[in-house]
Nanobody, 124 residues
């Protein structure tokens, strides 16, 4: 059984930083792309970032480019999301997901397992 467990969320002031982690078990994440999505109340799930299986390619949503960085440690089966210059508009539940392939897709339907999510709240 594949499990993804996110951690690192919390409350931060605008302009601050947080680092989210997502530990995978039950599947060797090394062989698959991994991604982060977020969902704010009343809004659709939004693509944040994704990284290819070989750590060669990354993909970012327009709203986070230049502020967020996705990375992975394949030895730990873990993916990270370093978030900087946070704004209240970044407030959401952040989900990590493991892809069905190796491409860092922006499409949530290209991911088949999801974590439970971690809340990020940015105060103004």
């Amino acid at each position: 059984q594949v499990q993804l467990v996110e951690s690192g969320g919390g409350l931060v002031q605008a302009g601050g930083s947080l680092r989210l982690s997502c530990a995978a078990s039950g599947r060797t994440a090394t062989n698959y792309a991994m991604g982060w999505f977020r969902q704010a109340p009343g809004k659709e799930r939004e693509f944040v970032a994704a990284i290819s299986k070989a750590d060669s390619y990354t993909n970012y949503g327009d709203s986070v480019k230049g502020r967020f960085t996705i990375s992975r440690d394949n030895a730990k089966n873990t993916v990270y999301l370093q978030m900087t210059s946070l704004t209240p508009e970044d407030t959401a539940v952040y989900y990590c997901a493991i892809g069905i392939g190796s491409i860092p897709s922006t499409n949530p339907f290209h991911y088949d397992y999801w974590g439970q999510g971690t809340q990020v709240t940015v105060s103004s």
